[in-house]
């Protein structure tokens, strides 16, 4: 989508810029019923059948930017409702965090066989002789497929010769590893949310747009703006996403002239979940007490194995996510300082929920959300002029943004407390592929095995809020995890000595 779906990732983009022009110069957050006649002038359509319907979607859109509820047709009020609600300084959630907007949903078919014109009405009729269900007929004028019969098997569709036959499959729904999306009664799609782990691949996925996530940047802005002391965390896979030739420095400075007191990596709390997760299997999985040890840092991949694989949730790692390590430690200099986490990942928002997150992370935005807060700004990260080097990190916390990243730091830092030891691992990226590795483990095939759950496909960095596509963003990951002068945790400065766990107990 990062590289085709230009259209979509601009209106997305407008949407977040004017939500956080409206925050930064204090207008009334009313204004925003005005705003869609700024990002859609005129009377022409730009995207979609009239210029009514294109600003009734564009408002539905802002109202998400600003935590509320899409709207269906039939209670759709004025854009303003329910925005005085939102005008505070803190997070605020409704659940849920994905949803359709339905007046923007093409009521895609959710699973179609049918018979093009490239049909040639060939006598071998191979379409015919392949269907289990003898749901295929042939006719002069072409075969014909009966829906009624048709279990959409595609077996017609690899038979025929002329590549005549289309398997049609709404694309939200044929993207999601857990099968959270179905239809409403008008045929439009609709998420379950007790199913739905919020990877956002449906998001991406959608080329009409419409299936978005809540936004909290306006509410991030007025904390901004209320003076309190605040603190930017971002995640390793923040390198290379706002221009090949912009430095992981200028992108920290750009996020300052924000207003952020300070940015510190997420590698720095990677390097702590290294150090832990070693520890936990080699106590755990050698002794024979876990079966298997799974990664904890893809909050999308622990909702699935709690929701869908109970039996092993307890196997993976209690580990904290390198989001929260890195949180405790400004919250350990700073009780009072709000702490906000920026990376490619719309699930770390509700990770941010849980209890015992909730009063270490304040807020969650997106690399997107970002940049639409830069334009609103006017800044421009590749113009800043920076003399210092970032430090927080080590090699292998840096590259826990591409998949496989995360178990090759915690089996280098195993090695290095219990030279010699052989760790077999096996990753998955991809919701669907996640699943099956689950799978794999509540049959037993993974038994003595570290296992690496990513729901997004090549790791964080293809999650659905980043702005440039993930081959793209994992060079420029490693080309910064090479540059760490810390090659392994153990060597990080940055971490005190009180908070790393005791390497003599496993020795």
């Not at 909730?358 to 113009?383: C, N, R």
């Not at 592929?433 to 997004?456: F, H, P, S, T, W």
Request: glycine fraction near 8%; hydrophobic fraction near 35%; charge should be negative.
């Amino acid at each position: 989508m990062k590289e085709t779906y230009i259209d979509i990732l601009n209106i997305r983009r407008m949407a977040f810029e004017h939500i956080a022009k409206i925050a930064y110069e204090n207008r009334p957050i009313t204004d925003i019923g005005l705003e869609v006649y700024d990002i859609l002038p005129g009377e022409e359509a730009k995207y979609r059948e009239s210029i009514f319907l294109d600003r009734a979607v564009m408002g539905e859109r802002l109202r998400m930017g600003i935590g509320l509820d899409a709207r269906t047709a039939d209670k759709t009020d004025a854009i303003t409702e329910g925005l005085d609600k939102m005008d505070v300084s803190h997070r605020i959630y409704n659940p849920p965090l994905v949803s359709v907007i339905k007046i923007a949903c093409h009521a895609c078919a959710e699973n179609k066989v049918t018979v093009t014109d490239q049909c040639m009405a060939c006598i071998g009729h191979p379409c015919v002789n392949v269907c289990p269900k003898n749901a295929v007929s042939y006719t002069r004028e072409g075969s014909v497929i009966d829906q009624e019969k048709c279990i959409k098997c595609g077996k017609c569709v690899e038979a025929c010769p002329y590549n005549a036959i289309n398997h049609q499959k709404r694309p939200c729904a044929a993207s999601c590893g857990v099968n959270a999306i179905h239809s409403d009664e008008l045929g439009r799609a609709e998420i379950d949310a007790e199913t739905c782990v919020a990877c956002g691949k449906c998001i991406s996925t959608c080329p009409f747009g419409a299936i978005s996530d809540k936004s909290e940047i306006y509410q991030l802005i007025k904390s901004i703006q209320s003076k309190k002391k605040t603190y930017a965390i971002v995640a390793p896979s923040f390198v290379g996403q706002f221009g090949p030739d912009v430095s992981p420095e200028q992108t920290r400075e750009a996020i300052k002239q924000l207003g952020f007191d300070e940015v510190i990596e997420v590698g720095l709390g990677a390097d702590l979940t290294t150090m832990n997760e070693a520890h936990e299997y080699l106590e755990k999985v050698p002794t024979g007490e876990f079966p298997f040890m799974g990664t904890s840092c893809c909050f999308s991949w622990k909702l699935m194995v709690r929701q869908k694989f109970p039996d092993i949730n307890e196997y993976i790692s209690e580990s904290s996510t390198p989001m929260i390590y890195t949180g405790l430690q400004l919250k350990k200099k700073d009780p009072n300082c709000e702490i906000t986490f920026i990376g490619p990942c719309i699930s770390k928002k509700l990770e941010a929920l849980e209890p015992e997150v909730a009063e270490v992370i304040d807020f969650v935005i997106t690399y997107e959300e970002l940049l639409g807060m830069f334009l609103a700004k006017g800044i421009e990260p590749s113009e800043i002029e920076v003399d210092d080097v970032m430090m927080d990190a080590s090699e292998t916390g840096r590259y826990y943004a591409v998949g496989g990243g995360v178990a090759e730091a915690v089996v280098r830092r195993a090695k290095e407390i219990r030279p010699g030891i052989e760790i077999d691992v096996e990753a998955a990226d991809g919701l669907a592929n996640c699943v099956k590795l689950a799978q794999m483990a509540k049959l037993g095939r993974m038994d003595g095995k570290l296992i690496e759950g990513m729901a997004c496909q090549g790791g964080c960095v293809g999650g659905p809020g980043v702005v440039i596509a993930d081959n793209k963003t994992a060079k420029a990951v490693k080309a910064f995890s090479k540059a760490s002068d810390f090659k392994s945790p153990a060597d990080n400065i940055n971490i005190p000595a009180e908070d790393r766990p005791d390497d003599s107990k496993l020795q």
